[in-house]
C-alpha cells in the first residue's frame, strides 16, 4: 500500500521558519515527481513546490524565494523549507506523489499537516 506521511507542522511566529517532511512508502519514490499542496482556511488547495524526479523545481510566487523543495530519494522522503514565514502561510500542508503514465497522472496524498503562523 501505498503511504505518504507528513510531519513536522507545528505553530510558528511571523518570520520563523519551519521545515516540513513527507516519508513515502509503498512506491518507487526516486520515480516520483513528489509535491506540496497546501489548503488555507476557506480556501482551495494550491500547489506550494514541486520536485521531479531528475531534482527539477517549481515554486508558486507566493513562496518563491523563501521555500525550498528538496528530496532525499536514499530516505524515501521529501523535506520543505519554510523560512520567513507569513501569516498567510496558515494552511494545513499536504504532500504528493504523482507519477504520470500513458499521459495520465496518478497521484496519491498524505494526510496533512497543520502549520500555524501567528504571534
Known amino acids: 500500500q501505498v503511504q505518504l506521511v507528513e510531519s513536522g507542522g507545528d505553530l510558528v511566529q511571523p518570520g520563523g521558519s519551519l521545515r516540513l517532511s513527507c516519508a513515502a512508502s509503498g512506491i518507487i519514490f526516486s520515480i516520483y515527481h513528489m509535491g506540496w499542496y497546501r489548503q488555507a482556511p476557506r480556501k482551495q488547495r494550491e500547489l506550494v513546490a514541486t520536485i521531479g524526479s531528475g531534482g527539477s523545481t517549481n515554486y508558486a510566487d507566493s513562496v518563491k524565494g523563501r521555500f525550498t523543495i528538496s528530496r532525499d530519494n536514499a530516505k524515501n522522503t521529501v523535506y520543505l523549507q519554510m523560512n520567513t514565514l507569513k501569516a498567510e502561510d496558515t494552511a494545513v500542508c499536504y504532500c504528493?506523489?504523482?507519477?504520470?503514465?500513458?499521459?495520465?497522472?496518478?497521484?496519491?496524498w498524505g494526510q496533512g499537516t497543520q502549520v500555524t503562523v501567528s504571534s
Open positions: 504528493n506523489a504523482r507519477r504520470t503514465v500513458a499521459g495520465q497522472p496518478r497521484d496519491y
